[in-house]
């Protein structure tokens, strides 16, 4: 089983909802949290960047942390179809620096 | 500024030849990092610097993988004896410094053929 779970969609909605998105993990030690946007062939865009628990926003973009659970969210509001990409969450203990561990990515599509 | 460049965006290569991948990190980054994306999957880690030290390379797969940055600037990912099983994204980021948020680059596609 793999540390982080996110389902890879593909996720359709029409322009102008709400897109949730949500990873699991279970490795307790992760602290820290953050959320990427990849277009087609393209590197990935951080978007969000959270510590621990909580929520944080940015925008039109929201991330929640939610630790006693082990699951994180993000919530992009009035989608429009330059936000269809593959949404990646990503995620760090304290101790290791440089060592992301990434969900395999969801699919978004925001149709017109 | 400039972001994270990575080349070539593109290399084909036949198996058992020698690659080697460059990148170029954001200016004043002291950290840099080098992931591998399978098609369908998310990056996944492969080493990174503090400075021009690997402080992490538990990701590396094999021996035929080694990464340098000599200068604590550019670094350059080596493949030896390539594999088919090597094709993939190699993806490079950098950050101001380790533990900081990460930068990518547009990564270099590597098809081995």
């Known amino acids: ?30 602290q820290y949290f953050m959320w990427y946007r990849q277009y087609s062939r393209k590197g990935p865009e951080l978007l969000m960047y959270t510590y621990s ?3 944080k926003e940015d925008g039109r973009f929201t991330a929640q942390v939610d630790k006693s659970s082990k699951y994180i969210s993000l919530f ?18 304290t101790d290791s620096w440089g060592k992301l561990q990434f969900g395999a990515g969801t699919q978004v599509v925001v149709t017109p | 500024g ?7 965006s593109n290399k084909v290569t036949e198996k058992g030849k020698y690659v080697e991948l460059r990148c170029d990190p954001i200016s004043g980054h002291t950290a840099l990092y080098w992931y591998r994306q399978s098609l369908g999957q998310g990056p ?11 402080a992490d390379d538990s990701g590396l797969p094999n021996d035929r993988f080694f990464a340098v ?22 993806l490079c980021a950098s950050s101001l410094q380790a533990g900081n948020e990460q930068f990518f680059g ?8």
């Open chain 2, 106 to 113: 547009p990564g270099t596609r590597l098809t081995v053929l």
């Open chain 1, 76 to 93: 992009i509001r009035d989608s429009q179809p330059s936000d269809s990409a593959t949404y990646l969450c990503a995620m760090r203990t």
């Open chain 1, 53 to 55: 628990s909580g929520n």
């Open chain 1, 1 to 30: 089983q793999k540390e982080v779970e996110q389902d890879p969609g593909p996720l359709s909605v029409p322009e102008g909802a709400i897109v949730s998105l949500n990873c699991t993990y279970s490795n307790s030690a992760f």
């Open chain 2, 69 to 90: 940055r000599p200068e604590g600037s550019v670094s350059t990912l080596k493949i030896q004896r390539t594999e088919r099983g090597d094709s993939a994204m190699y």
């Open chain 2, 44 to 54: 996944e880690f492969l080493i990174y610097f503090q400075g021009t030290g690997a």
């Open chain 2, 2 to 8: 400039a972001g994270v460049s990575q080349t070539p």
